[in-house]
């Protein structure tokens, strides 16, 4: 996972520092995957990064804020996903659509990246990097282009990033065989209605429509 708070190092000491630093926000993400927890000690974290036990204070002051940056980390690489799939798309709708769709499929093509967001994500929806800033500006667009219809943009991001942390957290549960193969479908469906949109009318096959047709020119 990319580090977002490391800056381009300049030298082979900032390039060395920027090394390190991301080494121990990488073994803090695999603890959060593995163990759900940051109850570790520091010199843990420093055996999994591979280094030393002092450089870690040379980064963090506390191990609660190496594990803050190990979620903001994971929540701008959910983010940046989320961006590469739906950036040339132009319906607000749409956006939404894929991005729970990608999110179901998240626990399947990024594990790691799956448990950390699950872990840590939620007091993170109205923050000013990973999914929220995306999801509210997504949101008033639609809001502006009369595709959505909400009163408090705030309020749906809510909704919208509960949903999706939810979904998560189901694809990730022994009852996720129980959703049924069109999960990502009801709740990509489900988070369109919580935005506005009427539901979907049922869609009829080619062949009733011929028939339809046919009956019609007969009448």
Same mark, same amino acid.
């Not at 929220?132 to 909704?159: K, M, Q, T, W, Y």
């Given at each position: ?29 695999? /603890? ?49 996903? /989320? ?55 997504? /949101? ?11 009163? $408090? ?9 509960? $949903? ?11 009852? $996720?065989?129980? $959703? ?40």
């Amino acid at each position: 996972m990319p580090d977002r708070a490391a800056a381009q190092p300049a030298n082979r000491f900032e390039r060395r520092r920027a090394r390190t630093r991301h080494a121990l926000i990488a073994a803090a993400q695999r /603890i959060l995957a593995e163990q759900c927890t940051s109850e570790v000690s520091i010199q843990q974290i420093a055996e999994r990064a591979d280094v030393g036990f002092g450089s870690f204070y040379h980064h963090f002051q506390t191990k609660a804020e190496l594990f803050e940056a190990a979620v903001v980390d994971a929540l701008e690489e959910y983010g940046k996903l /989320i961006d590469s799939i739906t950036g040339d798309l132009d319906d607000p709708a749409e956006v939404f659509a894929v991005s729970v769709r990608l999110t179901f499929r998240l626990a399947d093509t990024h594990p790691e990246l799956t448990r950390v967001l699950r872990y840590g994500g939620l007091p993170y929806i109205h923050a000013d990097f990973g999914l929220g800033p995306r999801a509210l500006r997504d /949101i008033e667009r639609g809001n502006a282009s009369g595709r959505f219809h909400v009163d $408090s943009p705030l309020v749906a991001l809510s909704a919208v990033g509960g $949903s999706l942390l939810g979904l998560l957290q189901l694809k990730s549960s022994a009852k $996720s065989e129980q $959703s049924g193969p069109g999960a990502d479908e009801e709740m990509a469906e489900l988070v369109l209605r919580m935005l506005g949109l009427p539901p979907r009318r049922p869609t009829r096959s080619p062949g009733a429509h011929c028939r339809s047709r046919r009956r019609r020119a007969t009448s």
